[in-house]
């Protein structure tokens, strides 16, 4: 074989980037930032950024979201650290046409945390906003780029958000994933309204009650209660240890 030479490869740039979602007055809400600078200034975009030389993917990600969230990603592999948010791996984009400065391989993570507050802007985003994913998704291209509406997404941002709520929505199925969407301690109302957001549908609360507390390992009840959801006191519940349901939250049908 002949000796490998690198120069023979055209150099790309990887970057990472981020669909946060969180819910928001009953909605399913995505973190989007409006780009200060070329190329799609003015249009609003996932965030991320470039992955620094001295970087691994999922280090370049947990700055991003510092970054951009002030949050930082949870670690299950040390139980003193503190609460944050859920963060993994989502998918691989690399079209060479996806970014028009060069050839550029997006490596998107999913990032899920309870009801954040409003999001500042950094590097060359020069604003940022929540809003209801149905938003960022199926529009068409807007007049200019004073036009406030959040859509559609620079890139192909629309795509990776839509592939990361699809990811959601079926995580939440058969995994304990929709626990990281709530506080430390929540009811178990407040765990239907999350199902409800996410999967978009009405949930009967007896039955989910029953199924969410019959499903071993999904909820431990803290001993404490609420009336912060306002009626008569709810049992809080914390996450329990497991990480995958059975039997699993099916979704219902539309």
Known sequence: MPPYDPS??????????LVVLTVRRHSLCALAVRRGEPPFQGRWALPGGFVRADEDLAGAAARELAEETGLHAHDPADPTAPYGAHLEQLATYGDPKRDPRMRVVSVAHLVLAPDLPAPRAGGDAHSARWAPVETFLDQE?????????????????????????????SKIEYSSLATAFCPQEFTVGELRRVYEAVWGVALDPRNFHRKVTGTPGFL???????????????????????????????????
């Open 141 to 169: 291209p807007r007049n200019g780029p004073d036009d406030d509406t959040p859509a559609p997404l620079a890139f192909d941002h629309a795509q990776i958000l839509e592939d990361g709520v699809e990811r959601a929505r």
């Open 8 to 17: 023979a490869f055209p150099p790309f740039a990887v970057t990472v980037d």
């Open 220 to 254: 431990v009840p803290t001993g404490g209660t609420t009336t912060r959801q306002g009626g008569r006191p709810a049992q809080l519940f914390r996450a329990g240890g497991a990480t995958l349901l059975n039997p699993p939250m099916l979704r219902p049908e539309a």
